[in-house]
């Protein structure tokens, strides 16, 4: 069992930037693949960024370039640097992790409960 708490939204203007963090409890392991997903209002859950257990990453299209994951597993900790920020990246931020799956996909068997990213234009 895994379990997963994010913080660190919050409220910003577009253009600026947030760090999102992950702490990881229980049994957390370097085979993991973890990663953060998003959900706005009205819309379905989509992946964001993703790390494997061999710190290999991707990246959703629309993030390219702006956000960086990142992972300190001294502190079983995932973070999500987020730069320029967008009023379209408004959303329910939430990270995931799973023994098998790493995808982009939500087919991610342990879930947080999210911390929520607001950006005015």
């Known amino acids: 069992q895994v379990q997963l708490v994010e913080s660190g939204g919050g409220s910003v203007q577009a253009g600026g930037s947030l760090r999102l963090s992950c702490a990881a409890f229980?049994?957390?392991?370097?085979?993991?693949?973890i990663g953060w997903f998003r959900q706005a209002p009205g819309k379905e859950r989509e992946g964001v960024a993703r790390?494997?257990?061999?710190?290999?990453?991707s990246y959703a299209d629309s993030v390219k370039g702006r956000f960086t994951i990142s992972e300190d597993n001294a502190k079983n900790t995932l973070y999500l640097q987020m730069n320029s920020l967008e009023p379209e990246d408004t959303a329910m931020y939430y990270c995931?992790?799973?023994?098998?799956?790493?995808?982009?996909?939500?087919?991610?068997?342990?879930w947080g409960q999210g911390t929520q990213v607001a950006v005015s234009s």
């Open positions: 229980g049994d957390w392991y370097r085979t993991y693949c």
């Open positions: 790390i494997d257990s061999d710190g290999i990453t």
């Open positions: 995931a992790a799973d023994y098998n799956y790493c995808g982009l996909g939500t087919e991610y068997n342990y």
